[in-house]
T-cell receptor, first 115, second 110 residues
Framework: AQSVTQPDIHITVSEGASLELRCNYS??????LFWYVQSPGQGLQLLLK??????LVQGIKGFEAEFKRSQSSFNLRKPSVHWSDAAEYFC?????????????FGQGTELSVKP | DADVTQTPRNRITKTGKRIMLECSQT?????MYWYRQDPGLGLRLIYY???????NKGEISDGYSVSRQAQAKFSLSLESAIPNQTALYFC?????????FGPGTRLTVL
């Protein structure tokens, strides 16, 4: 069965520092991969997605993610964090055989930003 | 205006009450989904619908029912609410591979 693991429940970084949020998945083939962000009191906003091709994908708000097949990972990165990036981040996977377009979500990583 | 709207945004109810959460979308997508979010568990799929005549159970459908009244409307009902259904509920739509989420409904069952 598919599964998604975000090993870090909570991360704190200083404003201006770099950020990497980890995501590992379990699936027999290359899934579709997504990162969503949830700001306090808000719904989920799609940051970026990977379907195929170039393994480094660019998203909104200066985020990028790299798909590494050998590590079954899709880690999210940002070179310089802003205070407004404080939010909860979710990694999700979908199946290319398109089982209803369903997504499996990780547990989420809460990001705090120190001034 | 938001593409995916949910009403109400917050609701407090009592055990045993029937409650309906509503979702509307202006994106013109055929596929709609209901998820619940619990701290430390991420989002889990309750029901999904490919079109007006299609309803499918998700991962955690027990205690819930849905109605797809039109392409743009997908409602989630709790026939007899219980405290462990206290959660944040999200509606989503998709066309293709990406899903787009509403702002959520925070439901508290006392």
């Amino acid at each position: 069965a598919q599964s998604v693991t975000q090993p870090d429940i909570h991360i704190t970084v200083s404003e201006g520092a770099s950020l990497e949020l980890r995501c590992n998945y379990s699936y027999g083939a290359t899934p579709y991969l997504f990162w969503y962000v949830q700001s306090p009191g808000q719904g989920l906003q799609l940051l970026l997605k990977y379907f195929s091709g170039d393994t480094l994908v660019q998203g909104i708000k200066g985020f990028e993610a790299e798909f590494k097949r050998s590590q079954s990972s899709f880690n999210l990165r940002k070179p310089s964090v802003h205070w407004s990036d404080a939010a909860e981040y979710f990694c999700a996977v979908g199946r290319p055989d398109n089982q209803g377009g369903k997504l499996i979500f990780g547990q989420g990583t809460e990001l705090s930003v120190k001034p | 205006d938001a593409d995916v709207t949910q009403t109400p945004r917050n609701r407090i109810t009592k055990t045993g009450k029937r409650i309906m959460l509503e979702c509307s979308q202006t994106k013109g997508h055929d596929r709609m989904y209901w998820y619940r979010q619990d701290p430390g568990l991420g989002l889990r799929l309750i029901y999904y619908s490919f079109d007006v005549k299609d309803i499918n159970k998700g991962e955690i459908s027990d205690g819930y029912s849905v109605s797809r009244q039109a392409q743009a409307k997908f409602s989630l009902s709790l026939e007899s609410a219980i405290p462990n259904q206290t959660a944040l509920y999200f509606c989503a739509t998709s066309e293709g591979r990406s899903q787009y989420f509403g702002p959520g409904t925070r439901l508290t069952v006392l």
